[in-house]
């Protein structure tokens, strides 16, 4: 049964049926992880043109390749286990590819240790969310995606966010965080989770006893690589923006000095996300 018609979406907020489009598969339905065809299809469609070289180092099933082939771009997928002939087997952190090859880069990692990708101990999927390792380890991709992708070219992270019995880890925002530091946030977007446990009533039942949350949705990190000189300009407006709001402050009344012009430094600013939890790493073959 054919699926129903692709849209471009236009909100922050993605939902569509099917795991695939059209009358055939892109990538397999049998994959375990696999990426909604039509997220890909959206990226390409609006971040890329035909002939242009899309690169996916966590390709598992292939789905960004067919996907790419089907709009007219340039697949290229990497995965240590690949399970699409068109997918090559590399590591996502010393990819065989050339600086500034990419037109764009999209991704779909393991979220932690709760799929089994491949079983061996160098890949990502290996590592516990909770792991420090498992962010150093996307330390290193992320710094590898960098220096593959043109600049002035567009990047995308699909990921979930993870809840176990030892705690929550906002994957999303770390690696954000993490992002931030080497490219330009562009938007973020909540992508409905078509996943058929979400339909499994003993799930809910533990959610509601043990008092957690299902995950609803992933989220869609889009990030752009800045051109020569962009950083610069985006650093200088933001100084600017910075040094205005704290002079309104400061003008509005006695209690800017008093007390309420200087952040409370005793508090949550420092602690937290930021800095220390960019330590973990975790690397899964493809997922898309």
Known sequence: MPSP????????????????????EQGSSTYRGATPSYVIWNLL???????????????GSGTTVDVARDLGRRGLGYDLQPHHSGVFKADARDLPLEDGKADFVFMDPPYGDNLTYSGR????GELAATDPAYFEAFEKVFAEIDRILKPGRY???Y??????KQGFVPIASIMSNMLAQRFLPVDQIAVVRGNKDL???NYHKAAEEENFFLRGFNHLLIFKKPEAGEVRRVRVQQKTENRDRNDGA??????GRAGGGRPDRSGGGRSGGGRGNRGGNRNRPGRS
Not at 9 to 16: A, I
Request: aromatic share 10%.
């Open 5 to 24: 018609k692709l849209s471009i979406q236009t909100t922050t907020l993605w939902e569509y049926s099917s795991q695939h489009y059209g009358n055939t």
């Open 250 to 255: 400061g003008r509005s009344g006695d209690c």
């Open 121 to 124: 101990p160098e890949c990502i």
């Open 199 to 201: 339909e499994k009533g």
């Open 155 to 157: 990047m995308a992270v």
């Open 45 to 59: 469609q609006r971040y890329t043109k035909k002939k242009d070289l899309v690169v996916d180092p966590f390709c």
């Open 159 to 164: 990921v979930c966010d993870v809840w176990k």
